[in-house]
Nanobody, 124 residues
Framework: QVQLVESGGGLVQAGGSLRLSCAAS????????MAWFRQAPGKEREFVAV????????AYADSVEGRFTISRDNAKSTVFLQMSSLKPEDTAAYYC?????????????????WGQGTQVAVSS
C-alpha cells in the first residue's frame, strides 16, 4: 500500500522560504514520478511542480517558476519542494502526489496516490 506523508508547512512572511517534504512508502520499484499540487480556499487544486523518477526532468507552473525547486532523494524515498520568495498568493494546502512509471503528468487525473496535505500560509 502506497503512502505519502507531507511535512514542512507553516506560516511565513512574504519574501520568506519554506521547504516541504514528502516521504513515500510502499512502492515496489523506484520508477515513480512525483508532483506537488496546491489548493487555495475556494479554488481548484492546481499543479505546482513535477519530477520524474530519476530526478533528471522537472517542470513548474508559471506562477512558481524561478521561485520553487523540486528535488528528490531516492535513497530516502523523499521528494522536496523548496519555496523561496514566497507571496501571499502562495497560501494554500500543498499536496504531494505520485504515479508509477517513467513518465510525468501535469494534471490531477494523472496521479493515483495522494498525501494528506500540509498547510502553507504567507502573510503580507
Amino acid at each position: 500500500q502506497v503512502q505519502l506523508v507531507e511535512s514542512g508547512g507553516g506560516l511565513v512572511q512574504a519574501g520568506g522560504s519554506l521547504r516541504l517534504s514528502c516521504a513515500a512508502s510502499g512502492f515496489t520499484s523506484g520508477y515513480y514520478g512525483m508532483a506537488w499540487f496546491r489548493q487555495a480556499p475556494g479554488k481548484e487544486r492546481e499543479f505546482v511542480a513535477v519530477i520524474n523518477w530519476s530526478g533528471s526532468r522537472t517542470a513548474y507552473a508559471d506562477s512558481v517558476e524561478g521561485r520553487f525547486t523540486i528535488s528528490r532523494d531516492n535513497a530516502k524515498s523523499t521528494v522536496f519542494l523548496q519555496m523561496s520568495s514566497l507571496k501571499p498568493e502562495d497560501t494554500a494546502a500543498y499536496y504531494c502526489a505520485a504515479r508509477g512509471g517513467m513518465t510525468v503528468g501535469y494534471s490531477r487525473a494523472d496521479y493515483y496516490y495522494w498525501g494528506q496535505g500540509t498547510q502553507v500560509a504567507v502573510s503580507s
